[in-house]
């Protein structure tokens, strides 16, 4: 096994991921390569050359996830990794793509070290997952996983009126492949990611074990008074919206404060009619809460809730559930194969369980399924700046290389 | 005097005061005449007749003022009163033409009465007081006081590009009149209006009489922080923008509660990115505080500024001092000869001050100046339900008819 990690090329990697970072590069060093633009299609392109000339198979699927397939002794289900080559319009060098490129270099490295798996090995390329061209984001995975809603996701435009169906057409003539239909059987999917927060960073640790992912639920609260003019009204005749919502900020800090291991966020705020000498008659905020545990999510809905059960300062307060996702625990033998063989190489580790949405999680509806984590340098993602250091990629990818091998093997 | 406030006919008012409402009227019941638009052309067309059938002579001075003088036993500087008869786009039928139209029912009664007052008595069309066409509000009465910011405000544009003055040599186009010179002496002036606040209705008095008009500061605060992952990024790693203000908004809404007579108001909110899943990266708040007391509003600023001192969750705050405003103080003799014709009235009044700018605050610089309130339904203004009992609008042209002619008839 350490022989097999040996071959795993930390310049290998980082050149590759540098190639990649041409499709769609800004100029602020960072990546505009949104899902199956003319720079992603060309992206694909790349990677499926690269893939043959490391003696893969290319396949598409009818959603336009892509699969490179290394042969096994047998036929049958491959042990799957990878992740997307998507980005924000405003993304970074690694977000994605590294879990794709440390994917071609776990297959580089059999090759190198002249292992023939029991079992196909495979690097997915899944479509759309960021989500800001078309929606939904991993709107790949998402249609492999369940393919009875691939004929509306096809449906899905981006902002110009284009059809994402339309877009995988032109990704069948770009990249020459072999056809491949959704929702085929995998012996496991992997994933490898950069973290995306500060975790690993923070305790120094080069490798972080995804246990699985946090529920998430969002809401929107709605206040309405009446607005009024800000010299004239006294206190005792305002009816002000705004500061019906002030006091159920204070409690939801005050909650995030108490159980710090409870994610919450309030990301917007509007209020109407939004002059400076105006009473606001409306005003309403979005609250993202997120916690392993589903009662943590009941106790922030429940707090919310009451709130709104009394009017406050004269005003109505209404909230809506917008959207509500259960947590996600990952296969506990993936995690734990990720765990032995970051042991095996002498690399630190941690549990620790995402906070964002991957793949993955999508996946774990299918096959057994893990995550592993890389540190991000400051937590920074989804911007030009987002930075890891090549040796831990490359930890990263070892890492990758041995559990993708020893799942391979398996009976 | 008894007599001569009988003679203020509450139906005349009444009728005047809708046949103003036909130029520029909504569908909705309200009034859209915005400062000289062809429905104020038409309307100011309109008075300046009626004003002609009532022995008046109308003159015009280069800000678009409007003056129809009652001649006295002598020449010389009037008792003028008055208003403006601009409204907001979706106004209603008293905002400011209640002045002018009581203006005019108290030279009606003066003719009736047969009396024949010392000095002139004027009533006075300020032009654009509300300052939703051309910046600023009270730009006439601004100009009238101040002759050397004519050329400037002169240049003032609406959104369509359309040029002030050229607005006003429409309006001299439109109705003959005299030439008067701005900052042409007055012996005094008072300006009827209704409150557009709760205050007289809650308290059941018919009439207010307008100490001053308070003080105003309007600022800015802005914090900034940095934009992170609302899943991935735990509370110790954030630097939450939004948070950081929503301490200053507790105090600021908790100061209000301590000290009720003065007005605090947070009217716009603002955050970056404006996203539900991200942690908000900058944020931004206004702040309208009133108060008759300079050092209130001084206090006021203090703790705006001592939350700014410091850092807050990580970010930095800044604020602004966007506007400052002196508290004004009518003239005292006015406002005596105001409590006296009430009281002759059998119309009880309170003193009250004012929180919202009027022409009357900008004369207060130039000549003997008071103010009178008559109620507002549940204290709404700018807006089309706008309404005030018509025996109260009688009730305080009663008042003014009294008050004008005593101030007329002094030496």
Redesign the interface.
């Known amino acids: 096994m350490r022989e097999l990690a040996s071959r795993v090329s930390q310049p290998r990697l980082a050149a590759l991921l540098e190639a990649m970072a041409r499709f769609g590069a800004r100029e602020d060093g960072g990546v505009n390569r949104q899902a199956l633009t003319e720079a992603e299609l060309e992206a694909r392109r790349f990677l499926a050359s690269r893939a043959a000339s490391l003696g893969c198979k290319v396949a598409l699927d009818p959603a336009g996830n892509m699969f490179m397939r290394r042969a096994g002794r047998r036929e049958g289900p491959a042990v799957a990794t990878g992740s997307h080559i998507d980005t924000q319009p405003a993304g970074g060098k690694l977000d994605g793509v590294y879990g794709v490129c440390a994917g071609l270099e776990v297959i580089a490295a059999l090759n190198d070290a002249n292992v023939a798996t029991a079992h196909p090995v495979e690097v997915v390329v899944w479509s759309n997952e960021e989500g800001c061209r078309f929606a939904p984001g991993s709107l790949g995975s998402q249609a492999y996983v369940h393919p009875k809603e691939l004929s509306r996701l096809l449906e899905s435009k981006d902002s110009l009126g284009t059809r994402y169906g339309d877009c995988v057409a032109a990704l069948r003539k770009k990249v020459p492949a072999e056809e491949r239909p959704l929702g085929a059987p995998m012996r496991a999917f992997l994933e490898l990611h950069i973290?995306?927060?500060?975790?690993l960073e923070?305790a120094r640790l080069p490798i972080g074990i995804v246990t699985g992912a946090?529920g998430?639920r969002?809401f929107r609260v709605r206040a309405e008074g009446e607005a009024?003019?800000?010299?004239?009204?006294?206190?005792?005749?305002r009816r002000?919206a705004?500061?019906a919502l002030?006091?159920l900020?204070?409690q939801l800090?005050a909650l995030?404060?108490r159980a710090?291991?409870l994610?919450m966020?309030?990301?917007?705020?509007?209020?109407e009619p939004?002059?400076?000498?105006?009473?606001?008659a409306a005003a309403s905020i979005?609250v993202?809460v997120?916690h392993a545990e589903p009662a943590r999510l009941d106790a922030a809905e429940a707090l919310i809730s009451g709130y709104c059960a009394a009017p406050r300062h004269g005003c109505t307060v209404a909230f809506e559930r917008?959207m509500a996702m259960e947590t996600t625990w990952f296969n506990e033998k993936v995690k734990a194969s990720l765990r032995e063989a970051a042991k095996v190489l002498d690399l630190p580790s941690m549990d620790l369980i995402?906070?964002?949405?991957h793949d993955a999680v999508h996946l774990a509806r299918h096959c057994p399924t893990g995550m592993l984590f890389v540190p991000s340098e400051r937590?920074v993602?989804?911007?030009p700046t987002e930075h890891t250091d090549p040796a831990l990629l490359a930890g990263g990818a070892r890492v990758l290389a041995l559990a993708v091998a020893q799942q391979a093997q398996e009976n």
């Not at 009024?228 to 005749?237: D, F, I, V």
């Not at 995402?354 to 949405?357: Q, T, W, Y």
Request: aromatic share 6%.
């Open positions: 973290e995306q927060g500060p975790v923070g946090q998430v969002w009024a003019h800000a010299g004239t009204t006294p206190l005792a005749y002000d705004l500061r002030s006091g900020m204070e800090y995030a404060e710090p291991e994610r966020t309030v990301g917007k705020i509007d209020v939004a002059s400076i000498n105006t009473v606001p979005t993202d997120r917008l995402s906070g964002a949405f937590g993602s989804h911007n």
